[in-house]
Every structure is written in C-alpha cells, then in structure tokens.
C-alpha cells in the first residue's frame, strides 16, 4: 500500500512563497505519476500540477509560471514550490500518486493567503 504525508502548508502573506513536500511510504515501486490537488469549500476539487517519474510537467493555467512541480524519485518525494501567492490560492491541497490502477491521496495541507 501506499501511505502520502504532506508538510510545509501554512499562512503567508500576499506575494510570499511556500514549498509544499509530499513523501511518499509503501510500495512505491509501481508510481508513475505524482501530484497536487486543491479543494476550497462548496467549490469542486482543482488540479494544480502533476509531474511523471520520467520529469514531464503540466500545469492549471491559474498556477503556471508561479508555482513549480519537482521530484526527488531516491526520496519519494513530490515538492511544490508556489511563489507570488494570491489569496485566491488559499485552499486545502491533496498530494497524489497513480499507480496503472489506482490513485492514491494524501490527507492535505491548508494553504491560508492573507491579503
């Protein structure tokens, strides 16, 4: 099984930066493809940025040349680095990890941008 842990989420101000780390644990040997999400409340979940085991990158429009995926395959670890925060990317963000025949999720991590 695989098992995501989340850290680096918190308060910043407008215009500041956070790193978003997600470690993954388990049977990991079979990931391809790892992830963030986002979900504020009453709206649907959101996709921010995915990276696969070979480097290649997408990201949503709303977070492209702000925010940056990265992957350390040794340390299982997917990071998001977000710079020139709004507060409209306030928003719980879910790590992710697929497998050929599942997607796993992490818990997620609050993202607070104050204005």
């Known amino acids: 099984q695989v098992q995501l842990v989340e850290s680096g989420g918190g308060l910043v101000q407008a215009g500041g930066s956070l790193r978003l780390s997600c470690a993954a644990s388990?049977?990991?040997?079979?990931?391809?493809?790892m992830g963030w999400y986002r979900q504020v409340p009453g709206k649907q979940r959101e996709f921010v940025a995915r990276i696969t085991s070979g480097g290649s990158t997408n990201y949503s429009d709303s977070v492209k040349g702000r925010f940056t995926i990265s992957r350390d395959n040794a340390k299982n670890t997917v990071y998001l680095q977000m710079n020139s925060l709004k507060p409209e990317d306030t928003a719980v963000y879910y790590c992710?990890?697929?497998?050929?025949?599942?997607?796993?999720w992490g818990q997620g991590t609050q993202v607070t941008v104050s204005s």
């Open positions: 992710t990890a697929s497998k050929y025949d599942r997607t796993y």
């Open positions: 388990g049977i990991i040997f079979s990931i391809n493809t």
